[in-house]
């Protein structure tokens, strides 16, 4: 689709949804079935308000059904599934629009999700899309019977082996999403949204605390040097804040932040989107509590001029002023995740780095830790 936007003042391309192709497919299948003629384009209004003018793949039918395919075009959004085929085989039934999921499709498992367990995922602004597109056709065609729909994707089962999928609780393939229709290139909203979903989930799963990293990084720490299970564990990338606050709307009971000390020493000046083009402030944060902790001001310009907070760290060290820096900071970082939480629910922090190790935690991260050990009794 030729439709663009503007992100960090670069020109970027919109594109659609597996929801979207999901419904012109099913649409352009319907159409055939019931006009018996093959259809080769196909048009889609989607939620957002944009018309796609859509070219049909692999048109083929029988007797009593139609099968077709849409390509997947995520616009200038780094998504997975761009590029795929997404199809819809329609049959006739008895009554009403029935909708279900084959082959890459994946199947949900666990409760918390869009989709009730049991059932295809194909989440409910995809499902509604499917259903006014078909039956769009049969009002044109005169047709008041029944219809059934099939959304199959070959590449499902493969794609979904490099997504979120399997920890979700989605098995077998990949869902079929999209709330507008549209894909915004380069979407924080859309990562920021599926963090949201995990986290329900767990929730819904029975957890009342939960492990918080940016990365793999603090993942793999967590686990292999504090022990800590991971089974409810998300990641918050940059999202620090949202995830807080969401957590906080889920009635949690505790967070436990699990993090490098380059991200999360931006909690310390209560920046809560860690990525560096919104702030990075690590050196100005490190040499600040530098300052407070007695460091002399030949130690405070070299501060300010290291690249990594590892470096930053061994300047501390060699002046023996780590462990009192670190507390320092760590105080700051606890009382603004304690005020951005409300003192709704109980919050700790514990700060490592690749080259030192643990750095320090936050007054209230030990007992925090209890929950998530190996082994141990979960809450």
Do not use: W
Not at 150 to 178: C, F, H, M, Q, W
Not at 307 to 331: C, P, Y
């Amino acid at each position: 689709m030729e439709k663009y936007c503007y992100v960090d003042n670069k020109k970027l391309r919109y594109g659609y949804t597996t929801g979207s192709c999901a419904a012109a497919a099913a649409k352009a299948a319907a159409l055939m079935l019931l006009s018996g003629q093959e259809v080769t384009h196909i048009n889609l209004m989607t939620p957002k308000g944009f018309s796609l003018a859509l070219h049909v793949h692999n048109p083929s039918h029988g007797e009593d059904y139609a099968m077709c395919a849409i390509q997947k075009d995520s616009g200038d959004d780094p998504d997975i599934t761009n590029g795929i085929l997404v199809y819809a085989k329609v049959s006739y039934a008895e009554k009403g629009i029935t909708i279900d999921g084959g082959i890459g499709v994946g199947r949900v498992t666990r409760a918390g999700l869009e989709c009730p367990v049991g059932s295809a995922a194909i989440n409910r602004v995809p499902r509604r899309m499917i259903e006014d597109a078909v039956l769009e056709i049969c009002e044109e065609c005169g047709y008041g019977g029944g219809i059934a729909v099939e959304i199959i994707i070959p590449d499902g089962a493969e794609i979904a082996k490099k997504t979120y999928n399997p920890r979700l609780g989605i098995e077998g393939g990949i869902s079929v999403l999209g709330t507008t229709g549209i894909v915004e290139p380069m979407s924080e909203q859309a990562l920021i949204d599926s963090i949201k979903v995990e986290m329900k989930m767990l929730k819904a799963n029975g957890a009342q605390y939960i492990v918080v990293t940016p990365g793999n990084y603090g993942e793999v720490y967590a686990q292999n040097t504090l022990h800590i299970d991971l089974c409810n564990a998300v990641k918050c990338s940059n999202f620090v804040g949202d995830v807080l606050d969401f957590a906080v709307q889920l009635e949690l009971k505790g967070v436990l932040l699990v993090g490098h000390l380059g991200k999360f020493v931006k909690l310390a000046g209560g920046v809560f989107n860690t990525h560096s083009r919104y702030a990075d402030c690590r050196m100005e944060i490190l040499t600040a509590h530098s300052a407070l902790a007695g460091a002399q001001i030949p130690l405070l310009q070299h501060l300010m001029g290291c690249i990594t907070t590892d470096e930053a760290v061994e300047l501390l060290e060699t002046a023996h002023l780590k462990e009192k820096v670190m507390q320092s900071i760590l105080q700051k970082i606890d009382d603004h995740i304690k005020a951005r939480t409300y003192g709704e629910l109980q919050i700790g922090a514990v700060l490592f780095s690749n080259r030192y190790g643990t750095l320090g935690m936050t007054a209230d991260a030990p007992k925090l830790m209890q929950h998530f050990h190996i082994n141990s009794t979960k809450g």
